[in-house]
């Protein structure tokens, strides 16, 4: 199949909301799918999207889950989830935008019925969806994990200062007075937002970005897990239970890593190491607990200041001035870690993605042995 591409060039910067209409706007089909230039789609998004506007003939815009990385897409940093039906998507607005931008198909139809595009900065979609909500377009949202989303800390500055507040403030006005949020629910929606994008610094603002994605946003991936993963997940989950003789259960006890290094130590071989206890597990630690073991190259450092972005406030860097060897670091490490539960990491290994899964699995077994 030939892919026709277009490119439109501008002379001047317009800015995202008026370039994003023009591409709308020459865009010959009626189902049009909106992708960002940093960002990765998955394989099967589009199969996926098609599926439901083939089986559900009213939807108007269907999207998605993201995930978030840095630098690599192997290192996924947080994952964002948005509800899946319609109606929850319409409730769920007036807290947040319900979907995932980069994520999205929808009817040209549909849009062009809202108004378009209009510029609004760096909120142009969030206005879309409230008047397409307005003019009773029907929403829905995949479970699956449709783009991987590049992130940093230039993200963290864009989603702050008096000019993105100001915009953000105006939409939360605009649902008030439209009467799709309440006097109440508009004046705690800005001061939420005053604090985290006009009061706290770029660097903090990072880390409760990272924060907000850990502690709220996974909390509807945890209420609706079931709902949203489908049987097809579960059953995979039951012959996982099976073949291993034993029952996994959803909730885990809290547990540290203790995990050291030092000068010697290869940077790439310790940043694949540190990967796989933390990004890459199907069950994450808590807390890192790293020792660093004396003095170490900058390429070291590289990696530590990376992951402590990355895990924001997982990873504790213990710096020891001198080598103490490893069996002195390592007692450094699980004496300063807070949980019960220490698992134990060497610098050049890797550790599989069930690992920990597995481990946790078995102490809960040998606890019941006990009852």
Not at 73 to 92: A, L, Q
């Amino acid at each position: 199949m030939k892919i026709k591409f277009k490119p439109i060039y501008l002379k001047q910067n317009k800015g995202h909301g008026k370039a994003r209409k023009l591409s709308f706007e020459n865009c010959k089909n009626n189902l049009i799918a909106v992708m960002d230039s940093d960002d990765i789609s998955c394989k099967n998004r589009f199969e996926k999207q098609l599926e439901i506007f083939e089986d559900h003939k009213k939807v108007d815009v269907v999207g998605g889950q993201i995930e978030e990385f840095m630098d690599t897409s192997k290192f996924i940093t947080g994952k964002r989830m948005v509800p899946e039906k319609d109606r929850e998507i319409k409730e769920y607005m007036k807290k947040r935008c319900p979907m995932n931008h980069m994520t999205v198909m929808f009817r040209r139809s549909a849009v062009e019925r809202a108004g378009g595009y209009r510029d609004w900065f760096c909120n142009e979609d969030y206005y879309l969806w409230i008047r397409m909500a307005e003019t009773k377009s029907v929403f829905a949202n995949v479970p699956e994990t449709l783009v991987q989303v590049r992130v940093g800390d230039e993200m963290a500055a864009r989603r702050g200062g008096w000019r993105y507040f100001k915009s953000e403030e105006a939409i939360q006005r605009y649902m008030f007075l439209k009467k799709r949020i309440c006097f109440l629910r508009y004046v705690y929606n800005t001061f939420l937002r005053f604090v985290g994008e006009v009061i706290v610094p770029d660097w903090l603002r990072f880390r409760l970005f990272r924060y907000l994605r850990t502690e709220c946003d996974q909390v509807l991936d945890r209420e609706n897990r079931d709902k949203q993963i489908g049987d097809k997940k579960n059953q995979k989950k039951e012959n996982l239970n099976a073949k291993m003789g034993c029952t996994i259960t959803s909730h885990h006890p809290p547990f540290s890593v203790a995990m050291c290094v030092y000068g010697k130590d290869n940077p790439a071989w310790f940043e694949e190491a540190l990967a796989s206890v933390t990004v890459n597990q199907t069950v994450k630690p808590d807390e890192v607990v790293l020792v660093v073991d004396g003095p170490v190259p900058e390429e070291i450092w590289h990696v530590i200041r990376k992951y402590e972005k990355i895990l924001g406030g997982g990873l504790r860097v213990i710096d020891l001035k001198t080598n103490q060897g490893l069996g002195k670091a390592l007692r450094v490490a699980v004496a300063a870690a807070r949980n019960e539960i220490i698992a134990r990491m060497d610098s050049d290994d890797l550790s599989l993605p069930e690992r920990f899964e597995v481990q946790l699995r078995r102490l809960g077994e040998q606890d019941k042995d006990h009852v």
